[in-house]
């Protein structure tokens, strides 16, 4: 609880700040060139030269009284204690720390995982400044944002998988599609569940978090707020050491999708995962290119039996049609599910002979129209239905309209948006379409257009398509802009796309801080 202007019987009123078992209460001046050796602490005062005293109440255990002097220089050798990262010196009654604005800013920011989360706690304080209520507890605090973790399919547990002890650390690689991801819950619930936090890299497509949670920082942040509910991040150690302590197990689902979309972040997850020597880590991955010097166990595809009670379960099919799914899919489980909706939706299965993998099964169904879904590599988000109308001539876009309507499971379909709904179709793609950026550099050329041109349809999806870095730099200081900002509010119903916007733009400046000037860094800030 943080409190101010408490009525107590002394001068420490200023703030109030009380935890689990202590309160602590403050006496903060902003004294003109008073110095260390001003100071004389009495029973009952501090007196100051030159300033009025400042008295001292009765001291229990449990409170502890603070008096904060700004510009004030405490001597090395007499700092005995730090409190809420205020370095002080200790008498009797009391303890006295000094500040100047710079270590002030530098313990605010140290506090904080990031600049977003920095910024919103000024703006709570600023809102219970003036509000003129000065009580905050934990519970009034803004939440601490962190990625989700939920699949966007439901786990039905169907794998008969034990999980025997393991050393430190395990890996579970196994193919696209094969389950790792739905093993993680399946695994907490089981009856024997291991205590274990799970840090996915990866939950689907049309996750809005995608490109972020792969960047090692942000994974060590978010991590490290999970674990210890704070903004201030953690180190690897204290991580580690924390996890040791709780006797839990770290699972890091999806690093492949590091390699793939990252790769300049997977030795710093490789070093981490070094590092737990007396703790335990279990990594889920695909097939890496990276060796992996650690145990590893295979993920295998689901066998008959496991098949037909995912199967029954869905309350898809018969018991022939069961057996059929199977024989096409050799039980490789993103198969089984494909082909259990294919059913549903056209009452029907595919006529295929036993797929030998997962590309295999994809050029059956969409061989025709790769060259139209290769649309979906130049943009990391939604496409809207209208706009395949915009980027496809008419024949590629009748086919993947085909595509749509016969395996619309292939897709993630939300009103009137659509992307892909699996990694492994997107992986696909880039394999069958090597220059895919050549190919669709018409669509990066047409987004830049209609952005540059005050056409706001793409502007929250902007850092999403593969835009140039001067493309994008072109665009942020055209809407850097007050006036330009100020158009697009006045045209648009959707003011909650301009957070998203704004944070997107200051991405590209952090990346690009050197090709802005200071009047359009100036002019970003203020919108």
């Known amino acids: 609880?943080?409190?101010?202007?408490?009525?107590?019987?002394?001068?420490?009123?200023?703030?109030?700040?009380?935890?689990?078992?202590?309160?602590?209460?403050?006496?903060?001046?902003?004294?003109?060139?008073?110095?260390?050796?001003?100071?004389?602490?009495?029973?009952?005062?501090?007196?100051?030269?030159?300033?009025?005293?400042?008295?001292?109440?009765?001291?229990?255990p449990e409170k502890t009284n603070i008096v904060i002097l700004k510009n004030v220089v405490i001597p090395e050798d007499k700092l005995t204690d730090n409190i809420f990262g205020f370095r002080c010196f200790k008498t009797d009654n009391c303890l006295i720390a000094g500040y100047n604005e710079f270590e002030l800013n530098d313990i605010i920011d140290k506090s904080f995982s990031d600049l977003e989360r920095c910024i919103e706690i000024l703006r709570f304080a600023d809102g219970i400044i003036n509000s003129g209520n000065f009580k905050v507890t934990q519970d009034n605090l803004p939440i601490i944002h962190l990625y989700k973790q939920n699949l966007q399919e439901e786990t039905l547990k169907v794998r008969e998988f034990i999980l025997d002890d393991f050393e430190n650390i395990l890996f579970i690689v196994g193919n696209p599609g094969v389950g790792k991801s739905h093993l993680v819950n399946e695994l907490e619930q089981n009856d024997n569940c291991i205590n274990m936090i799970v840090e996915r890299l990866w939950i689907s497509e049309d996750d809005v978090d995608k490109k972020e949670r792969i960047k090692y920082s942000n994974f060590i942040a978010d991590l490290s707020k999970r674990i210890f509910l704070k903004s201030a991040i953690?180190?690897?150690?204290?991580?580690?050491?924390?996890l040791k302590n709780r006797n839990q197990v770290l699972v890091i689902d999806g690093l492949d999708h590091v390699e793939n979309y990252n790769s300049d972040d997977l030795e710093k997850y490789f070093e981490f995962i070094s590092k737990f020597n007396d703790s335990k880590l279990i990594v889920l991955t695909r097939p890496l290119q990276h060796d992996i010097e650690y145990n590893i166990i295979k993920l295998e595809n689901w066998t008959q039996k496991e098949t037909i009670n995912y199967l029954q379960i869905k309350e898809i099919g018969n018991y022939s049609d069961w057996l059929k799914i199977y024989n096409i899919s050799n039980g490789y489980p993103i198969i089984v599910s494909f082909l259990a909706e294919h059913l549903k939706i056209n009452n029907e299965i595919p006529n295929l002979n036993k797929m030998e993998s997962l590309n295999e099964f994809y050029d059956s169904l969409i061989k025709d129209g790769i060259a139209g879904m290769s649309l979906f590599l130049v943009n990391d988000s939604y496409y809207k239905e209208d706009e395949l109308d915009d980027f496809l001539n008419p024949t590629e876009n009748a086919v993947l309209q085909e595509i749509i309507k016969k395996s619309p499971y292939l897709f993630s379909i939300k009103y009137d948006r659509i992307c892909l709904i699996h990694d492994s179709l997107n992986q696909y793609l880039r394999i069958n379409n090597p220059d895919y950026i050549n190919l669709r550099n018409d669509?990066?050329?047409?987004?830049?257009?209609?952005?540059?041109?005050?056409?706001?349809?793409?502007?929250?999806r902007f850092d999403c398509f593969l835009l140039e870095d001067e493309m994008k730099i072109d665009v942020v200081r055209k809407y850097c802009s007050f006036d330009s900002m100020n158009n697009f509010l006045k045209n648009t119903i959707d003011y909650e796309l301009f957070p998203i916007i704004i944070y997107e733009f200051g991405n590209v400046i952090l990346n690009n801080f050197d090709q802005f000037s200071i009047n359009e860094i100036y002019e970003y800030d203020i919108n």
Do not use: C, M, P, W
């Not at 006496?27 to 260390?36: A, E, P, R, S, V």
């Not at 669509?443 to 929250?460: A, G, P």
């Open 234 to 242: 953690s180190s690897e150690e204290d991580i580690i050491s924390e």
């Open 443 to 460: 669509i990066i050329k047409k987004v830049y257009d209609e952005l540059v041109n005050d056409n706001y349809r793409f502007l929250s």
């Open 1 to 60: 609880e943080i409190d101010a202007e408490k009525n107590v019987d002394d001068n420490f009123d200023d703030v109030f700040v009380k935890t689990k078992e202590l309160e602590y209460y403050f006496q903060i001046k902003n004294y003109q060139d008073t110095k260390f050796e001003h100071i004389k602490v009495k029973k009952d005062r501090i007196e100051i030269s030159g300033h009025k005293d400042i008295l001292i109440g009765d001291i229990t």
